[in-house]
């Protein structure tokens, strides 16, 4: 998912004066200098979380453990959906508890129960509570984070730091000398200003203060509303006392009310629209320079929140919760490591702040759950924020090293099935989300089934449900496809979606029918990978016939640049409905709505037909017959060129990811190893602004890690693609399966990792032996004879680039070239 809603020119504004404070890159730059020389390593001192909070990257920097719950940001004005942006001209509101990162939704999403530190000078009545009157500007330069740890600074020289546990933290205000502290708690806004009603209790005895209450989603439909819930301990174990307390409600338009001594707010739904404003408002006794606040969050009650704090975090010191969320980091950072000495610095810092966002969401909220999800035994995630996003790399990177947290997130995704009637595809705060393209968990789960289908059953997975959830999403068309399953019926019919199709059985957006028939055709291939590892014979036929249904929407006449043949929307009679292959492409100016809305009429979805013709990701089971419809691999390759020449490629787009080594399906692999090298330095670098895009839930951060590791994962499959590492030796630690995996590459020179790589260095793949076998093809690789078994895989590179130029064996598999044929 890119942004919902276009905002091109907005973000050359940006930039300029960025944060974050410079000891934060001194301190990474440092610390990888020095691993030549340390015992241990600190992979934490080589993540800079800041990359991404630029230029719509949508990350959050705030302090969170792998998959926390808690991700501790301050909330900017402006667009600002993870919460904190580095654009030093917008105002910091508070600090809370409750972030996504890398989401495109444009309202923002979370940012509840904001707490804003502030002195006032003249007493409790002239404090600043409402959402424009608190707001401040940053000190510049000051921000810091690190695994575990954030803090930002405001203009008035208050400082606020924050470390998490999975649901619970604290915080700390390090205040002037001689103030005397006062704070604001939010009760009603959130980022998207969804507030449905929710209570608030001041409890002066005991220095607590619990909230509660409704909120929208932030990417789906609006009716629908969740729950959280959050308990602040003021008194920091006894060490602070409170002064006054009481609560206080505003509005921009001269209500500026307070109630000294009040404990109790309890509001409904505010139904004529508008941002309500209310919350408690607190000092404490004397003028220390530091106050410490604990903070625990649920999604059950506010008994549960209390108590979460108090199992979580108890009386442990900031110190303590923030060395343990640190380790828990290392442990999950120190699964790849590295030749540090020997490999860029630049790269060592995009891999580990690549590894750092590919464990921060989504977010575990197991034992948290509501609605139909209330007290399930299953494993809960939230923010599955889209699975569209994350099917072709987020979940393959996962599958490398983490089959446990993997397992945990499927079972979330079958537990979905068992709930909803179908897998989530893009869950937001706890509610189904809008879904982009069909099904793309079945993709998600099919990655799954694949890779560890012998070790299902001990990892908590029961494979005839996961294929039963899968088969649903394909054979049972939902009353309502938009956040859930796909318009099955009238694709069975067809053989694709067709636009303008009277469907009696079932409402949807009428949109994206090309790029819908496409993503259903590939999900298809994912069911028939599952039904492939069952032994269920008949099915295989079944869904691979299905995931051949991308044919059905290939207009053969259609001709744009010289090019012929391109996917296109088409009506019930056959007849196709031409729209230019152009139109949403990063060169397009004239097309307006691509995305969801109703009047996007172009066919695809956040992409161009150029765009989704041109994707081999989005159909990497049969691409060689892709190639025979494009007219031959000399075709396909000058189409590939004119692709990224005449810039319809779209980095930051998913459907883009793989076209890159589109070059290995026509048998010439050395061109995908340039064409990724300048991919990566002309879209990615270690600043704010170092993402070409949303982040999409690390969909980017993961694809950025294969990138710099030399492999492509294709999706649903045990393939991997062989490009040309940017780091000379690492190794990949599975500890689930017992084994470890080092990748040397012979001949690396690091003058090779640029844009361009100059004539004469050793890039390109000579060979590749796995545990000292020379492997049948240079091209690819399998997970069950490398990464699943351990041991060493060499790549031997050479600077011979016309000899390197061929796969030198078996090219990459198609279903149409007999590929794929049996499970391993
Ligand atoms: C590492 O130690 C060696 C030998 O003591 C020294 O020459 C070198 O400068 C050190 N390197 C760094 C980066 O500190
Ligand atoms: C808060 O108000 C709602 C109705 O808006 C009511 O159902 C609920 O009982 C109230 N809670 C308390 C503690 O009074
Ligand atoms: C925290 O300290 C208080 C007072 O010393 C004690 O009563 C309480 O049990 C402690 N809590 C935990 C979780 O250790
Ligand atoms: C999620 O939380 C549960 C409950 O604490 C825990 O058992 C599980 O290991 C966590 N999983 C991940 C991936 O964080
Ligand atoms: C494959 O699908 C086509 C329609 O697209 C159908 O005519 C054919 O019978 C199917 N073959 C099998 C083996 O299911
Ligand atoms: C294609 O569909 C659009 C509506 O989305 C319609 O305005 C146009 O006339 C159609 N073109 C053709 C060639 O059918
Ligand atoms: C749109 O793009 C075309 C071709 O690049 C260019 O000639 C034209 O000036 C652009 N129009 C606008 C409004 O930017
Ligand atoms: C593309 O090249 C490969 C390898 O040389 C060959 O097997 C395949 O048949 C070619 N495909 C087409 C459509 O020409
Ligand atoms: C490292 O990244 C920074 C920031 O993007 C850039 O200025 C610098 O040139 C890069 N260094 C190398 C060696 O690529
Ligand atoms: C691999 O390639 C290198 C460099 O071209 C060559 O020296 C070596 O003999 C090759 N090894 C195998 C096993 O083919
Ligand atoms: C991998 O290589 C190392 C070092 O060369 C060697 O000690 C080890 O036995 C090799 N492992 C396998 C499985 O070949």
Redesign the pocket.
């Known amino acids: 998912m890119a942004h919902l809603f276009l905002l091109s020119a907005a973000g050359l504004l940006l930039s300029v004066n960025a944060q974050p404070a410079p000891s934060v890159q001194a301190g990474i730059t440092a610390a990888i200098k020095n691993a030549a020389n340390a015992t241990t390593l600190d992979y934490t001192a080589f993540v800079n979380p800041f990359i991404g909070t630029d230029n719509f990257g949508d990350v959050c920097p705030g302090a969170s453990i792998p998959f926390g719950m808690v991700k501790f940001s301050t909330d900017l004005t402006g667009y600002a959906p993870a919460g904190y942006v580095t654009d030093p001209t917008q105002f910091i509101r508070g600090l809370s508890p409750l972030h996504d990162s890398g989401t495109g939704s444009s309202l923002g999403t979370y940012g509840n129960f904001e707490i804003m530190p502030m002195t006032c000078p003249k007493g409790f009545d002239t404090c600043a509570t409402s959402l424009n009157n608190r707001q401040r500007l940053r000190k510049l330069h000051t921000d810091l984070a690190s695994p575990g740890y954030f803090a930002q600074t405001l203009d008035n020289n208050i400082k606020m730091e924050a470390t998490p546990t999975r649901r619970a933290g604290l915080e700390r205000f390090t205040f002037p000398s001689g103030s005397k502290p006062y704070f604001v708690l939010d009760l009603a806004n959130d980022l998207p200003n969804s507030f449905a009603g929710g209570e608030m209790n001041i409890d002066p005895t005991k220095g607590q203060i619990t909230i509660g209450g409704h909120w929208g989603s932030s990417f789906g439909p609006g009716r629908f509303n969740y729950q959280a819930f959050a308990c602040y301990d003021l008194l920091d174990g006894g060490k602070q006392t409170l002064s006054e307390y009481g609560v206080w409600t505003a509005d921009n338009f001269g209500l500026d009310a307070k109630g000294l001594g009040q404990t109790h707010l309890n509001l409904s739904i505010n139904l004529i629209g508008g941002v309500y404003q209310s919350g408690a408002l607190f000092s404490y006794d004397g003028t220390p320079e530091q106050v410490t606040i604990r903070v625990g969050v649920s999604f059950v009650s506010t008994d549960q929140a209390c108590a979460n704090a108090e199992s979580e975090v108890g009386n442990s010191s900031f110190e303590d919760i923030q060395a343990a969320a640190k380790a828990l980091w290392n442990e999950k950072l120190s699964k790849i490591e590295i030749d540090v000495p020997n490999t860029p610095a630049n790269v060592t810092e995009m891999l580990y702040s690549s590894l750092y966002r590919a464990s921060l969401t989504p977010n575990n909220a197991t034992d948290e759950t509501q609605g139909l999800f209330a007290g399930t035994s299953s494993f809960y995630f939230d923010s599955l924020y889209c699975s569209w996003d994350t099917f072709r790399t987020f979940y393959p990177l996962m599958s490398l090293h983490s089959p446990v947290e993997f397992a945990q997130i499927v079972d979330s995704y079958i537990d979905g099935w068992r709930k909803n009637g179908w897998m989530p595809e893009c869950r937001a705060n706890n509610l189904p989300g809008w879904t982009q393209g069909g099904s793309s968990a079945d993709v998600i789960v099919g990655h799954f089934a694949t890779h560890y289908h012998n070790e299902a059953a001990a990892l908590g997975i029961n494979l005839d449900e996961l294929y039963a959830a899968a088969w649903t999403d394909s054979e049972v068309n939902p009353p309502e496809w938009n956040i859930q399953g796909r318009q099955s019926n009238v694709y069975k019919q067809y053989g694709y979606v067709p636009f303008a199709v009277l469907d009696v059985s079932s409402t949807g957006r009428q949109t994206r029918e090309g790029s819908r028939t496409l993503e259903y055709a590939f999900e298809d291939f994912a069911i028939r990978q599952i039904a492939q590892v069952l032994g269920k014979t008949d099915d295989v036929a079944l869904f691979a016939n299905r995931s051949l249904s991308y044919r059905n929407v290939w207009d053969p006449s259609v001709v744009s640049d010289g090019f012929h043949g391109f996917a296109q929307k088409r009506y019930p009679s056959g007849k196709f409905n031409f729209t230019d292959p152009k139109h949403c492409s990063p060169v397009d100016n004239v097309t307006t709505e691509c995305s969801l809305q109703s009047d996007n009429t172009n066919g695809f979805y956040e992409s161009s037909s150029w765009e989704y013709s041109c994707d081999t990701g989005s159909l990497p089971h049969d691409t060689a017959h892709l190639i025979e419809l494009m007219g031959g691999n000399a075709t396909f390759v000058k189409r590939l060129d004119h692709f990224f020449s005449a810039g319809f490629y779209g980095a930051g787009n998913e459907p883009s990811f793989q076209t890159p080594i589109g070059y290995h399906y026509a048998n010439h692999p050395a061109q995908s190893v340039d064409r990724v090298r300048r991919v990566v330095f002309e879209n990615f670098d270690i600043t704010p602004a170092g993402l070409p895009g949303n982040d999409d839930q690390a969909a980017m951060a993961s694809l950025l890690s294969f990138h710099l590791l030399g492999f492509y994962p294709v999706p649903s499959t045990t393939q991997y693609l062989v490009l040309s590492p940017f780091i000379p030796k690492y190794t990949i630690h599975n500890s689930y399966l017992g084994t470890s995996t080092?990748v040397?590459v012979v001949g690396f020179n690091s003058k090779s990792v640029q844009r361009i790589i100059p004539p004469g260095t050793a890039a390109y793949v000579a060979n590749v032996t796995i545990?000292?076998v020379p492997s049948a093809s240079r091209c690819h690789l399998d997970f069950y004879d490398t990464f699943r078994?351990?041991?060493?895989i060499t790549i031997t590179l050479t600077a011979d680039k016309t000899v390197a130029d061929d796969c030198l064996g078996a090219l990459p598999e198609s279903l149409s070239t007999g590929g794929f044929s049996a499970a391993r």
Request: proline letters at 0%.
């Open positions: 080092t040397t545990n000292g078994v351990g041991g060493n």
